[in-house]
């Protein structure tokens, strides 16, 4: 070909295939650039998914420096600080960005479980039950919030969905366990001990320790009245690991099985782990009374000179001074018994109410109470700010909102109304 149109023609094609080469080149540039950049996200995804979780969150700082507001870096970041037992940094995070993935959500739920603020992770720990319906660590969480939070029936279900799944066995029955005994089933109780040991006959692998395993079964099995079996456990729990509860408990049985030396070896073993164990001083003092030891009785129940505020101990003391013949402080005991009966009724009547009635109004301020009363003041704040947003609070909970805001003394639960539960 000759001539202009040719040379028109060549020049054309030359310019746009000069022109193609020009953009894929820009393209190719562009997404170095961006493969450049977006690196140190790479590498935090890829040191967290390695269990790195302090280099993914070293990543993620150098990310976030060029754009603070990335959602994906910001995640990562959140995830790892959750593994590494940083709730409150990571809560900032969730509470910013919204979490979109079922692992998102969960490790949201996680942190909120971290920092022990039930009322707000149960929400988010029902949405990833939602995302994950037969995921054993979120059903797994789901049953412990809802334990917290009172909701046994509750619980129950989650746990029986767990128990379900063909995975840790063992530890789903003891989850089980666990909610029975709160719920007061002793019967089905046993039963969930039962599979649990079936499973790990050792109670190794478990969410409690194996000692404590032991001790809790055999607690239970003596509730119910089998003292022979519990005494088996509990003197599995004493080889593995002496505590205090565990020689009271072996006491009691061998109490009940007639050995009444061997119990009182056991409760002074009990007193020697640990002086302030009421239970058995207050069986030490029993003994000491039917012996007609009276001094010793007394001695056995008074902790660095004092008896404790406990109606079945000021009533102890009352039969003491009444049978050594001294009918005036005979007389004090025996009131000071009553009063303090009279105080355990009313936490006898609101413990029922917290049982029968989780959602009750009133569950929850006693709930709340028992949160700021145990240091966790986060979730009583928040406990008590659903309990106040629909008007002026009664005066007691108006009291108890003051001392949470100051993390100051609490106001005495005596003063609820009885007619309140």
Known sequence: CSGLGCSQRRFGRRFWLFACVSLLAAGGATWLVLVYQERPLVYAA??????????????????????????????????????????????AIFERVNAATFDEVHAWAKAYLLHQQWTRALPILTWAATLRPDDPDVLHELSTCRIRMGLLDEARDSAIRLTLLPVQEARCWLLQATIQNDVGDYLKTIECYRRTLERSPDATGLQLAPHEVFLQFGLVLLNAGQPAEGQVLLRRSMALLPTTDAAAALGNALSLAGDAEGAKASWRRAVELSPSNLSAREALAKAALQDRDFAAGKRWLAINGQVTTRSSSAYLMHRLCTLEGDQTAASDWAKRAEEYRRRELRQTRMDELLLRSPRNYWSNVIRAYRFAQAGNWPQATDMLDALTADGPPDPFIGKLVQAVRERGPLPSLDEIPASRF
């Open 46 to 91: 890829r040191e967290f998914q390695a269990g790195k979780y302090a280099r993914a969150v070293a990543w993620s700082y150098y990310y976030l420096e060029g754009r603070p507001d990335d959602s994906r870096a910001l995640m990562w970041k959140a995830r790892a600080l959750v593994e590494l037992n940083r709730p409150v940094e990571a809560l």
